[in-house]
């Protein structure tokens, strides 16, 4: 019996451990495009520098048919699209431009 109790309680410790681990995955940090910019003041971001970061995101083509490769940001997956509304991952956002800047 004591053995099964401890079983439990071990296994008990290991699936709450595991899902705090999995609350803190789950729940990112998000911000509009209009907040983002108070997040990283001595940036001197713009939202619509922010906007162009988001339009140039993923590889695009040219009038002539040209591939335009994107700035990387799509592949962060720092861009969440819920209908209208744009939320960005401030954690994968400021990955994404510790990369740009250190590049």
């Not at 108070?38 to 971001?45: A, E, K, V």
């Not at 619509?48 to 040209?66: E, L, T, Y």
């Amino acid at each position: 019996m004591t053995n099964s109790l401890q079983n439990t309680a071990s296994t008990s410790a290991i699936q709450q451990a595991f899902s705090s681990q999995l609350v803190a995955a789950h729940n990112p940090q998000l911000s509009t495009v209009k907040n983002l910019p108070s997040q990283f003041p001595l940036l001197d971001l713009t939202p619509a520098a922010i906007q162009g970061h988001i339009f140039k995101a993923q590889d695009r083509f040219d009038s002539k048919g040209r591939k335009i490769a994107g700035n990387g940001l799509a592949a962060t997956g720092a861009i969440i699209r819920r209908g209208r509304k744009v939320l960005i991952d401030v954690d994968k956002y400021a990955a994404w431009l510790a990369g740009v800047v250190t590049a």
